[in-house]
């Protein structure tokens, strides 16, 4: 059974702020059947997770590509992959069959041939949602569970400072730090996002860093008595206002600098004897670095989904066309909580 | 008994690099008898520490203002106290008495009134050289045990980075680093300290960074299989170009930012990315933090020292008036070593 299948591609590296004009829909005709002998998988993808993290790998260098095998640098003209979610329609694969839900890293594509050895397993989806598996309970979840619980044990009365708070992590991030009885003030770029992290995500305050003029004071004022926890999802001037306002072996964790993407923007220049006079620590991550622990993850926070204690935010597009746009949006701001594109079925 | 006691006070804060004519050398009366019922200590001082952190209390608003107790900041026309090891002259505390080699926070002075409750203690000269209480086993040799060994537990084969590497911290860190078995290179400024780096303390390898132009390809060209764990003493553009260099879990101490103590010099703006993507840990410390592990890096480096596996590299200059050259050469790099002023007797 043949169809025709749409797939996003890059036209060309990309070294600035993406455009959607940088990439291309594209049409292959695919075959659904899987050939006798062969492993593969024929995955039609229901929901693409939407991160900023592909930015690196669209430069025609990125750190990505020294550090980390699962994140290689992408080829103009071809296939992105990518966390996603779907239901498998054909498969050579004795672990996999027809109508199974899975999560794995497929493409940016309405249907994926999935390899043996990708990263790819089983959903049951009477649990949750299928889209939670890439939000919530997938790297996004983990990356605020390990960034946050795991690396700093936060304490009942710590301060916490989120940065991109209405992002995919930044509304984990903060949810987290309440459950665990810290005080925490979130930044964000809109009156809209400002209100939903005090009324709907229970922080104890929130701001919008775009009608601030000088964020070290901004940061005095919500914290007055100092920061001990930072998470950094941003980069640039909002790391060093928060540097200037850490306590005495403050923490912070560096988990993106969506700031920072744009080559052409200013890097963060830290005040680096502060990092000293207040033994602060600095720690970059991978999701990835935390998969010991996703066992722990998914269980306790299965129970906060569970009990209503952890708001799941979710900001979906439709169809694979939207693609190009929803990348493109969230470098913008234009995303709140989670960004998902649902395939139409 | 009244003597003329000579006391080094800087004029003005002192905003930027220091210049000589920025202290000011005065003159006391001092009476070295202690009146009946008081229990201050009159030392007369042999050696005082000449330290860069004393930049930041100069200032007119420094981090160690906000951080710690006895790092406030200095008052123009008042006496500056440091590290100081010296001879009890008079005492009013039954816990010293005349004749003591005592090592504390004294001033720079000839003469110090010490109060009750002021860091001091007695010192057995017949064990080590009076000056090692300033360097390799004060303040200098627990920055550069507690920022390396405590910190990281460095493994056999690694790869550590020092800057400033001909310092009092420097050529430490280095050589605790070798006794660990790891690769070993710094950087300095002059031929000379790069020969005594390779030829006397035994590094792998040294750099005089003044001769380099592009220090990310510097330290490439060093550590072609990347830095493992960077002893920061500079900041700046050092800072940056190891940053870039380290392998994944690497992790750098913040100890000194000397390239930035004038304000008027960039700040380093180190790649955030490379932070997340490495998976890189920054720390910074004040000696202090480490006094909980001061008994066994004093047992160990003892070790070392009567074994004859460390050696001890000092600077010395004569006389209580060369206190403010002593202390604006550190910013030029005049010293090899720990720089110590030797007070006549």
New interface residues.
């Given amino acids: 059974m043949e169809v025709s299948n749409k797939y996003v591609v890059i036209k060309h590296h990309i070294e600035e702020a993406p455009k959607e004009s940088d990439f291309e829909l594209k049409t292959e005709s695919l075959n659904l059947l899987v050939d006798e002998g062969s492993d593969d998988i024929i995955v039609k993808n229901l929901y693409i997770s939407i991160d900023p993290y592909h930015i690196?790998r669209m430069k025609s260098f990125?750190?990505?590509q020294?550090?980390?095998s699962y994140?290689t640098p992408l080829i103009p003209g071809q296939a992105i992959d990518g966390p996603s979610v779907g239901n498998v329609v054909a498969s050579g694969n004795a672990k996999f069959e027809k109508g199974d839900f899975v999560v794995g890293i497929f493409t940016w594509a309405e249907y994926s041939v999935v390899k043996e050895g990708s990263i790819m397993r089983k959903l049951d989806p009477s649990q949750f949602p299928l889209t939670y598996y890439l939000g919530v309970l997938g790297f996004s979840g983990l990356s605020a569970y390990g960034g946050l619980c795991e690396f700093w044990k936060p304490q009942k009365g710590e301060k916490v400072f989120v940065s991109a708070a209405s992002g995919s992590i930044g509304t984990l991030v903060g949810q987290y730090a309440k459950l665990l009885g810290c005080y925490v003030v979130g930044s964000s770029g809109t009156k809209e996002k400002v209100a939903l992290l005090k009324d709907k995500l229970g922080f104890d305050n929130a701001f919008n860093y775009k009608e601030e003029i000088n964020l070290n004071a901004t940061l005095k004022r919500y914290f007055p008595d100092g920061i001990d926890i930072y998470f950094?999802n941003v980069?640039g001037e909002m790391?060093e206002a928060a540097i200037d306002n850490m306590n005495?072996f403050g923490r912070i964790t560096?988990?993106?600098?969506i700031s920072?993407y744009d080559i052409t923007k200013?890097?963060?220049?830290?005040?680096?004897?502060?990092?000293?006079?207040?033994?602060?620590?600095?720690?970059?991550?991978?999701a990835g670095?935390f998969l010991n622990i996703y066992s722990d993850f998914l269980a306790q926070t299965s129970n906060y989904l569970r009990s209503g204690k952890l708001k799941v935010i979710e900001d979906i597009s439709f169809g694979v066309e939207t693609i190009p746009s929803a990348f493109v949006g969230i470098f913008k701001g234009n995303n709140i909580g989670k960004k998902i594109v649902e395939l139409k079925v």
Same sequence: chains 1, 2.
């Fill in positions: 690196n990125s750190p990505s020294d550090a980390i994140s950094d980069g790391l005495a560096i988990c993106g600098v920072e200013k890097r963060a220049s830290p005040n680096m004897l502060n990092v000293i006079y207040k033994r602060i620590t600095i720690k970059g991550f991978l670095d």
